[in-house]
């Protein structure tokens, strides 16, 4: 008698665990469509920014003018990395809080040869009638205090889909090779240790950084006599 009525009970409740599991699955597909449609814009509004300067770059080499663009790089942020910014600045940790609060989520890094070139690429773009600056900061006038130079623009692009237009922000990060040089270095330096990096050590790094930007200040200055001669 008890066992049937186990096997009664249990034939009631897998019905309803069936119901909730469908549901869950339900949610976890619809959940997971939704980002990779968000990834898939954020990819598509990069591919505006690196057709802009892969135009650019091809105008300067059909003109014979001094390129000032050396290479393009870009990547789209990782989900962990934007659950953990999220968190890092007490935000939820939604789709629509990623979107509205996270401007880095699609980022361009553009190597120059040399420090002016920096701006000539950034005026060139913000030029276009369909790029709109958000947000400017310029690590090069006003170094951070670990040494890192680099002008950091947010703007905005427009992606278009079959029946939806979407305003998208993206971080171009413009350097020169010097800089891309030390922050790639120190980036991998920091994040290979787990240890807190001792003060003598940032001072070395700084230093570094000092000299990189002196040599890159010297080296334009060098391209400028060279090209007086011509």
Same mark, same amino acid.
């Given at each position: 008698?008890?066992?049937?009525?186990?096997?009664?009970?249990?034939?009631?409740?897998?019905?309803?665990?069936?119901?909730?599991?469908?549901?869950?699955?339900?949610?976890?597909?619809?959940?997971?469509?939704?980002?990779? /449609?968000?990834?898939?814009?954020?990819?598509? +509004?990069?591919?505006?920014?690196?057709?802009?300067?892969?135009?650019?770059?091809?105008?300067?080499?059909?003109?014979?003018?001094?390129?000032?663009?050396?290479?393009?790089?870009?990547?789209?942020?990782?989900? /962990?990395?934007? +659950?953990?910014?999220?968190?890092?600045?007490?935000?939820?940790?939604?789709?629509?809080?990623?979107?509205?609060?996270?401007?880095?989520?699609?980022?361009?890094?553009?190597?120059?040869?040399?420090?002016?070139?920096?701006?000539?690429?950034?005026?060139?773009?913000?030029?276009?009638?369909?790029?709109?600056?958000?947000?400017?900061?310029?690590?090069? +006038?006003?170094?951070?205090?670990?040494?890192?130079?680099?002008?950091?623009?947010?703007?905005?692009?427009?992606?278009?889909?079959?029946?939806?237009?979407?305003?998208?922000?993206? /971080?171009?990060?413009?350097?020169?090779? +010097?800089?891309?040089?030390?922050?790639?270095?120190?980036?991998?330096?920091?994040?290979?240790?787990?240890?807190?990096?001792? !003060?003598?050590?940032?001072?070395?790094?700084?230093?570094?950084?000092?000299?990189?930007?002196?040599?890159?200040?010297?080296?334009? /200055?060098?391209?400028? !006599?060279?090209?007086?001669?011509?």
């Amino acid at each position: 008698m008890q066992n049937e009525n186990q096997n009664e009970m249990q034939e009631s409740v897998l019905p309803v665990l069936a119901d909730k599991q469908i549901a869950i699955n339900s949610d976890f597909y619809k959940m997971a469509f939704q980002f990779q /449609e968000i990834m898939m814009i954020y990819e598509s +509004a990069i591919k505006q920014i690196e057709t802009k300067l892969e135009i650019l770059n091809k105008e300067y080499k059909v003109t014979g003018r001094r390129n000032p663009i050396e290479t393009v790089k870009s990547r789209i942020k990782s989900p /962990e990395s934007i +659950a953990n910014k999220l968190i890092k600045r007490n935000l939820p940790v939604t789709f629509e809080s990623m979107t509205a609060n996270l401007h880095d989520i699609a980022g361009v890094r553009v190597i120059c040869p040399y420090i002016s070139d920096i701006y000539t690429v950034r005026d060139i773009l913000l030029k276009q009638p369909d790029i709109k600056k958000i947000e400017e900061k310029d690590y090069i +006038a006003s170094p951070k205090d670990s040494g890192y130079r680099s002008l950091h623009v947010v703007v905005e692009t427009p992606v278009y889909l079959s029946n939806t237009e979407h305003h998208i922000k993206v /971080e171009i990060q413009l350097r020169t090779i +010097a800089m891309d040089f030390w922050a790639s270095l120190e980036h991998e330096l920091r994040y290979k240790t787990t240890a807190k990096i001792p !003060e003598g050590i940032r001072r070395e790094l700084r230093h570094c950084a000092e000299t990189i930007a002196m040599t890159d200040q010297e080296m334009e /200055e060098i391209a400028i !006599e060279l090209q007086a001669l011509d």
